[in-house]
């Protein structure tokens, strides 16, 4: 009797620390780290789209701008320099790194900016449909990419409320070794509107 006794008694136990360990963020931190790697992955996913876009964009307008190849010159360059500056999900911590990559996606989008101007120039370029697919689907990549980003900073946000609020902070720093995962922050230029006139 006493056996079953002791043998229920450690269930009871178990289950207890079980339901203890459940709701006391133990298992909160490491949900919270994979959603916010897999919101950035879906960044670098968009990132990666508008970049495959870039060389059918270019190349459309190359036939008809010809005299614009500085402008394409610097497209190509920092379609170059954006994709091979890359963070990996282990490197999320690294404020430094994060900042490198959004420099080169920053200059990305100001060649961007730029090409589109020099469409103005060429009104058969805008009436052409390979060119008008071309914007669109990159006009629908920055608005996934602005989705994207969204996500990922909400999901860091939560991430680090989680590592900073008791009781997980005790888990953080104990067991995980938990570091502030880095935010995208907006960059000199964002609260100026782009200029672009068709």
Same mark, same amino acid.
């Given at each position: ?7 229920? &008694? ?7 620390? @079980?339901?203890?360990? &459940? @709701? ?14 897999? *919101?950035?992955? $879906? ?6 789209? *508008?970049?495959?876009?870039?060389? #059918? ?5 190359? @036939?008809?701008?010809? =005299? ?10 920092? /379609?170059?320099?954006?994709? =091979? !500056? ?16 959004? $420099?080169?996606? #920053? ?6 900016? /730029?090409?589109?101007? !020099?469409?103005e120039n060429y009104p058969d370029?805008?009436? #052409?449909? #390979? ?17 994207? /980003? ?5 999901? !860091? *946000?939560?991430y680090n409320t989680e590592i *900073?609020?008791?009781? &997980? ?6 067991? +995980?070794? &938990?570091?502030?995962?880095?935010? +995208? ?14």
């Amino acid at each position: 009797m006493n056996r079953v006794v002791a043998q229920l &008694s450690a269930i009871i136990l178990l289950v207890a620390m @079980g339901s203890a360990l &459940s @709701g006391c963020g133990y298992n909160t931190i490491p949900t919270k780290e994979e959603e916010a790697k897999a *919101r950035w992955s $879906d960044v670098q996913n968009n990132y990666q789209r *508008r970049a495959d876009l870039i060389p #059918n964009l270019v190349a459309t307008v190359q @036939g008809y701008a010809k =005299q614009e190849k500085d402008v394409l010159t610097s497209v190509i360059e920092a /379609r170059a320099k954006a994709t =091979q !500056v890359r963070v990996d999900a282990s490197q999320l911590t690294d404020p430094e790194k994060l900042k490198q990559f959004q $420099d080169a996606q #920053n200059q990305l989008t100001g060649a961007l900016g /730029r090409l589109l101007v !020099v469409t103005e120039n060429y009104p058969d370029l805008k009436s #052409n449909a #390979n060119f008008l697919a071309l914007q669109s689907q990159l006009e629908g990549t920055e608005n996934r990419i602005a989705v994207a /980003r969204r996500d990922y900073i909400e999901a !860091v *946000r939560a991430y680090n409320t989680e590592i *900073r609020t008791f009781p &997980s902070v005790i888990w953080a720093k104990t067991v +995980f070794g &938990s570091k502030p995962m880095a935010e +995208f922050t907006a960059n000199d230029n964002a609260q100026a509107p782009p200029t672009v006139k068709f």
